[in-house]
């Protein structure tokens, strides 16, 4: 590893997990995109939705950038912005993840709320309609609108080249869909490097990207919510089939990963590990099946971690939680499997 004089040159690069194995020698690989500046995949889009708009001339010197994000994509901006001498706001709400939220002022980020304390709606919409309000009356400033801005998924276009550099080639790319730009950019890039993979996307029931009915979730940084715009970046002629999880399964399987390996994952990620578990044995034999870990489950340990907050809502499964452990164990891989075999 060179040494490195920015955050962002820190950006990539990250590991890939082997999770699961089946007998018939499918597996399903996690990117770890956790191990990225800010804990998350969101900074690799944030950088190129800035410099995109340098080379296109939409950025001047000192320039304001504004974004509705519900976190990780504000992360993402505000390393960009203190790195590159940007002013950078963040319209958000209060579903967002308060660590966020906190982190994002710490890198110097200005916050404004669409919504009062208290009221913790997702409030995708009305955050959208702030932000291009603001840019509309000020000179200089630039909303990077992440739903409908191409750079978005040119941003992880790197994944499918790290990717291809760990392993031969992915068969099945399945993962969550807020934006799209993650697994659309990826898949993209995928192609274009001569590895079409079937593209499976998965957003949480109560979003409408893959169809109604809409209702609130609680899988935070992904999903379309009723009422919000479907995007540019939703790419559905790349998309072979939308699935839906539930918060009980996602959440459950966020928190089965990690007391079963010690591995933290997002709630997101969860839902997309859940569906990768779920369905490995209907794959054909000897796929390679990869699921993007958009962020990690640290940023969760007053939601997703926390009995009380999941209980409150309902969301607690220990069953759900049991039989997702009892699939990680089943399909261990056989290096895990003897490692723990010596352990003992
Ligand atoms: C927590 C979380 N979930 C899901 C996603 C996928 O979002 P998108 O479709 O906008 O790339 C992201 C983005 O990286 C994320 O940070």
Known sequence: MPLVTRVTDLIGRTPLFELAVTDSGTRLLLKLEQFNPTGAAKIRMAREMVLDAERRGLLEVGGHIIESTSGNTGLGLAVVAAERGYRFTAVVDNHACKDKLRAMR???????????DGDDDLATSAREDLAAAMVAGQAG?????????????????????????????VDILLSAVGTGGSLFGTATRLRELGCPARVIGVEPVGSIAFGGPGGPYWQSGTGTPPGATIGTAVDYSLLDEGVKVSDVDAFATARAVAAELGLMIGGSAGGSVFVGLERLEQFPPGSTVVTIVCDGGEKYLDTVFDDRWMGERELLDPAAEERVRAMVRRYAPATRRTDLADAR
């Open 106 to 116: 710490a890198m110097g980020a200005e916050l404004v709320f669409v919504a009062d």
């Open 141 to 169: 400033a630039y909303f990077t609108e992440q739903h409908n801005n191409d750079a978005n998924a040119v941003g992880y276009y790197p994944v499918a080249e790290e990717l291809l550099a760990d392993v031969e080639r």
